[in-house]
Structure formats: C-alpha cells, structure tokens
C-alpha cells in the first residue's frame, strides 16, 4: 500500500535509529506513518559505511550489519537527484559537510520538514528555515 501522508525527508541518523532499534526507534516509526519518505541520494552509501563501521567498532556483528541493510532495503524512500553544486555551496556557507548539506538541499528542494537526530543538522536546518519533524521517545 503506498503511503498517503505527508512527505517527510528523512537522514542517516534518523533512519539508523530504526533500522538497529534504538531507543528513538518508536518515536520515529510514529512519526513517520504512513508518510511519503525523501532522502538524498547519498542515503544508501551512507547507511552502507555506517554499518561498516559500526562491525569495525565492535558494536554490531556482521550479521546484524546484513540484517540491517535487508531492512533497509524494505524501506519505501525516494532518493532525489539534488544539484550537488548548489549543494557545496551550502556546505561552505553553513560550515557542515557535504553529506550534511544533501539532506538540507533535499529537504529545501523537496519543501518537506527534515527528520534527523543529529543535533548539528536540526541546528543548520533552522538556520535555514527549514521545518524540522518532532520525535518523542
């Protein structure tokens, strides 16, 4: 069934949090239901290296890594192409990394509210006016 609700772009951090069932996990499925996800085309590569690096820190196994990306791939998210130059640009003015700044141009682009747990990315997301999306725990 496709998602009727609200469209909502969503990042790394955010999606993590569900994937490996930490304690913002029901917070963020609540948030999220039933809504139109977005992410930025970096999203798979991201959660990709976090799960790596997440077995080479010893807090995950590989088979918790695999069953995680599984997950991931069941995940109903839209990647937006985003024009990765203007995309610098707002890295450069906001002081955030590249990766940062395609979720807030995805967010900017896409006009929907940005659901992330990264205490940096909210902070840049409303200095740009950016509508950020509430989880409670």
Known sequence: MEPVGFPITVDTSALLAVLL???ARPGILNATDN???AAAPSLPWEVGNA???GVRRRRLTPAQAHDAWTSYQQVPIR???IDIARA???A???RVYAY???VLETARLERTPLLTLDR???RAARTMGLPLVEVTE
Do not use: F, I, W
């Open 88 to 90: 610098l640009a707002l």
């Open 100 to 102: 940062d700044a395609y």
């Open 35 to 37: 809504s139109r996800l």
């Open 21 to 23: 069932r930490e304690p």
């Open 92 to 94: 450069t003015s906001l």
């Open 120 to 122: 940096g990315m909210a």
């Open 79 to 81: 990647l937006v192409q």
């Open 51 to 53: 799960l790596v690096a």
